[in-house]
């Protein structure tokens, strides 16, 4: 499922079969996957804070140098909010229709089968 325009997402629940209750708890469940990064969230939590920038950007984010899981799924969730489609053919289109299931006048007839 992809997460652009998620800001837009009014449901708030992610992943097809929305087992995520927001964005927050979206962003943090690929990371503990065992299939995607395999990690626990204290092992993420000691790879970030680690790295010798990271302490120093949530300093300036959160006004403190700690690291942790929570306040690495409201940067995260920040960042994914702000991935938002914008002039794109799709967005042409869409906006040429009344409902997304109707074809798109700019698209191709393979484009609109998609």
Same mark, same amino acid.
């Given at each position: 499922?992809?997460?652009?325009?998620?800001?837009?997402?009014?449901?708030?629940?992610?992943?097809?079969?929305?087992?995520?209750?927001?964005?927050?708890?979206?962003?943090?469940? *690929? !990371?503990?996957? $065992?299939?995607?990064? =395999?990690?626990?969230?204290?092992?993420? @939590?000691?790879?970030?804070?680690? +790295?010798?920038?990271? *302490? !120093?950007?949530? $300093?300036?984010?959160? =006004?403190?140098?700690?690291?942790?899981? @929570?306040?690495?799924?409201?940067? +995260?969730?920040?960042?994914?909010?702000?991935?938002?489609?914008?002039?794109?053919?799709?967005?042409?289109?869409?906006?040429?229709?009344?409902?997304?299931?109707?074809?798109?006048?700019?698209?191709?007839?393979?484009?609109?089968?998609?």
């Amino acid at each position: 499922m992809g997460l652009s325009n998620s800001m837009y997402y009014e449901n708030g629940h992610f992943f097809w079969d929305e087992r995520a209750g927001s964005l927050e708890e979206q962003v943090l469940m *690929p !990371i503990q996957d $065992s299939v995607e990064m =395999g990690l626990s969230l204290s092992e993420l @939590e000691s790879k970030v804070a680690d +790295l010798p920038y990271y *302490p !120093i950007l949530f $300093s300036k984010v959160f =006004g403190d140098e700690e690291v942790s899981s @929570e306040r690495i799924a409201l940067i +995260l969730s920040q960042f994914v909010r702000s991935i938002v489609s914008y002039q794109s053919k799709y967005d042409d289109g869409r906006a040429q229709v009344n409902r997304p299931v109707d074809n798109f006048p700019n698209f191709s007839d393979s484009e609109n089968l998609g």
